[in-house]
């Protein structure tokens, strides 16, 4: 049929882990972790199950894992939040992305996107009728540009869609940077819809810091977060919002016509997890800082350019030096046929001509499956 989804393609991450399963490669290409999550948090889940949580759960959420996404609102940000009124509950952070979209634009609006950026936010903005204003960073430094922003920014402008940490760059936004975004936001009376996703994966002393925790800035924001990240279980879909009254009556109302509820049984888990003290976190990040060095290192011997990363799951590496005669796009094919190690293009994460000689390696996956692919490219190259 003919529809508005006509033009869109099947996501990147899901041809390539089809082709890395064609080829037995080492997928360090779509990000998810090789190891569960934490045994109590699985365990509350199975007996969640079994105790016959089976049924409808409040359309917003349970009420544990509303209070216990407010609490980590306060204890991580000083954020005060309303946990009936100011939580929404949603089936991963995807769904909370789309209901806060819908909750925010209509038909004409123009919301503002950095590129690059993750696969889901243009097809959704433009199912909408809204239309997309992208500005770009640019490797090696990832920076803002500042005037290009501003530029961007109009009468139109409804909302940014900022992800910090972000995907795939590994750049965490400095204060600097979100106040040039406050700023902005404040000027032309728009929102902000953060997918903060990565909150907790950040590195070497970085802090993510919420926009929503900016002067003026509470009730412009939807705070977006993901049990899938936060607790290494990407194929729970537990996501949730945190957002002024408002916004979240609006949010809850596409969640209610999205899928109405999420798995209570998963709830519950996720609010155990929540609950848990800061050493679980700070181990997490911990563990993937030492993950990343331990990639980066294992690159940067083959002769990739890696660049910092200071959180999420990801590495970017420019491939040239290897002397490699193709795009990013041949580059990722042919690691994955010829290599049997599988990276994402990062061209998949802009619209149009863009940088073409980066791929993005996951290194969210156990010290020694890291250290076979870089055995397996050592050997290739
Ligand atoms: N946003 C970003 C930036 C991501 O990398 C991901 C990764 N999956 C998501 C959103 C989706 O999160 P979820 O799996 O909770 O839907
Ligand atoms: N967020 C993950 C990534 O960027 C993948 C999510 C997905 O497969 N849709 O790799």
């Given at each position: 049929p003919n529809s508005l989804l006509s033009n869109v393609g099947t996501t990147i991450f899901t041809v390539m882990s089809a082709l890395a399963v064609q080829h037995g490669s080492i997928n360090l290409g779509q990000g998810f972790p090789d190891t569960d999550g934490p045994e109590d948090v699985l365990r509350t889940a199975a007996e969640a199950l079994l105790d016959g949580?089976?049924?409808?759960?409040?359309?917003?959420?349970?009420?544990?894992?509303?209070?216990?996404v407010a609490a980590t609102n306060a204890r991580f940000y000083g954020l005060e939040v309303d946990p009936d009124s100011e939580v929404v509950v949603t089936s991963g952070a995807t769904e909370a992305i789309t209901a806060s979209l819908?909750?925010?634009?209509?038909?004409?609006?123009?919301?503002?996107?950095?590129?690059?950026?993750?696969d889901?936010?243009?097809?959704?903005?433009?199912?909408?009728?809204?239309?997309?204003?992208l500005v770009r960073l640019t490797p090696p430094k990832w920076e803002l540009p500042r005037a290009e922003l501003a530029a961007a920014f109009g009468p139109k402008t409804k909302a940014i869609l900022l992800n910090t940490p972000m995907?795939?760059?590994?750049?965490?936004?400095?204060?600097?940077?979100?106040?040039?975004?406050?700023?902005?936001?404040?000027?032309?009376?728009?929102?902000?819809i953060c997918d903060e996703v990565y909150e907790h994966?950040?590195?070497d002393g970085w802090k993510h810091i919420p926009l929503m925790t900016l002067p003026g800035l509470r009730d412009r924001c939807l705070r977006i977060g993901?049990?899938?990240?936060?607790?290494?279980?990407?194929?729970?879909?537990?996501?949730?919002?945190?957002?002024?009254?408002?916004?979240?009556?609006?949010?809850?109302?596409?969640?209610?016509?999205?899928?109405?509820?999420?798995?209570?049984?998963?709830?519950?888990a996720?609010?155990?997890?929540?609950?848990?003290?800061?050493?679980?976190?700070?181990?997490?990040?911990?563990?993937?800082?030492?993950?990343?060095?331990?990639?980066?290192?294992?690159?940067?011997r083959i002769g990739f350019t890696v660049l910092p990363v200071q959180g999420s799951y990801f590495v970017t590496a420019d491939f040239r030096p290897l002397g490699f005669n193709g795009d990013d796009v041949a580059f990722c094919r042919h690691i994955t046929e010829q290599a049997g190690v599988t990276a994402i293009p990062v061209t998949a994460f802009y619209e149009g001509a863009a940088p073409n000689h980066f791929a993005r390696?996951?290194?969210?996956?156990?010290?020694?499956v890291l250290d076979e692919a870089v055995a397996r490219l050592v050997r290739h190259f």
């Open positions: 949580r089976n049924q409808y759960p409040p359309m917003t959420g349970v009420p544990e894992l509303r209070r216990a819908m909750a925010l634009v209509n038909p004409g609006d123009e919301v503002v996107l950095i590129e690059p950026l993750y889901t936010y243009l097809p959704v903005v433009r199912l909408l009728g809204a239309i997309p204003r995907n795939p760059t590994g750049k965490v936004f400095t204060g600097a940077e979100l106040a040039f975004i406050a700023e902005l936001l404040q000027k032309h009376d728009a929102y902000a994966l950040t590195f993901s049990a899938g990240k936060t607790f290494s279980l990407t194929g729970w879909k537990v996501g949730y919002i945190t957002a002024p009254k408002a916004l979240a009556a609006v949010a809850a109302k596409a969640h209610q016509n999205l899928v109405f509820t999420t798995p209570p049984n998963l709830q519950r996720v609010a155990v997890g929540l609950g848990k003290d800061d050493a679980y976190f700070a181990q997490l990040s911990a563990d993937l800082a030492a993950r990343r060095d331990r990639l980066s290192e294992g690159l940067a390696f996951a290194f969210c996956k156990r010290p020694e």
